[in-house]
């Protein structure tokens, strides 16, 4: 089955810095990438997806980066503020399915 | 998206009895889910509740522990049976969207077993 790693399981910035948390995935034929946060006592909510027919897409101060060959992608977060600290996951869908896999998420820590 | 409500939203109960969590969506969907969420930990899928028929458990979950009931396309519940100190967790309902993939998430059931 897909098995997902994500990196790093903490990161702490200056309020301002950009953040960047990277996932791999392992099944070629996932084509579906959400990332979702976490906030402390919330649930978990999407804020950013991509599919594989696409490189690179944006949101305002987030974006997302897929390499297909590598198995990779990224979320990057610029401009961070103290809002943004939450748990951030990544995972990975195959065609067809309704099931995503998670990544074990990633503890983003902004200091003002 | 659909909105999502779980009642309880947070429970304390004793070692040996069960908890029944509910999941109601204000519109009809296909598919729903139930996930467990330990302490720091990511999220695991437990079963994908199936509308009129039983549900589909994963690898290490099973129907006695964590019977499921969907009696309609707006409504689940979650069973944890004889509870122990290891079933505390968050517990929590999500619907999947039709296009695949993205899951929308209740506000969760947060259990503490004693």
């Known amino acids: 089955g897909e098995n997902v790693e994500q990196h790093p399981s903490t990161l702490s910035v200056q309020e301002g810095d950009s953040a960047v948390i990277k996932c791999t995935y392992s099944d070629s034929a996932s084509n579906y990438f959400p990332w979702y946060k976490q906030e402390l006592g919330k649930r978990p909510q999407l804020i950013i997806d991509?599919?594989?027919?696409?490189g690179e897409k944006k949101d305002q101060r987030i974006a997302v980066t897929l390499n297909k060959t590598a198995k990779h992608f990224s979320l990057h977060i610029t401009e961070t503020q103290p809002e943004d600290s939450a748990v951030y996951f990544c995972?990975?869908?195959?065609?067809?399915?309704?099931?995503?896999?998670f990544g074990r998420g990633t503890s983003l820590i902004v200091h003002p | 998206s659909a909105v999502i409500s779980q009642k309880p939203s947070r429970d304390i109960c004793q070692r040996g009895t069960s908890l029944t969590i509910q999941c109601q969506v204000d519109?009809?969907?296909?598919?729903m889910f139930w996930y467990r969420q330990q302490p720091g930990q990511s999220l695991t899928l437990i079963a994908t509740?199936?509308?009129?028929?039983?549900?589909?458990?994963e690898s290490g979950f099973v129907i006695d522990k964590f019977p499921i009931s969907r009696p309609n396309l707006t409504f689940s519940t979650l069973t944890v049976s004889n509870m122990s100190p290891e079933d505390s967790s968050i517990y929590l309902c999500?619907?999947?969207?039709?296009?695949?993939?993205?899951?929308?998430f209740g506000p969760g059931t947060r259990l503490l077993v004693l």
């Open positions: 509740a199936n509308q009129g028929s039983e549900a589909t458990y």
């Open positions: 991509i599919r594989s027919n696409v």
């Open positions: 999500s619907v999947g969207a039709d296009t695949g993939g993205t899951q929308y």
């Open positions: 519109s009809q969907v296909t598919m």
């Open positions: 995972a990975a869908c195959r065609g067809g399915s309704y099931i995503p896999t």
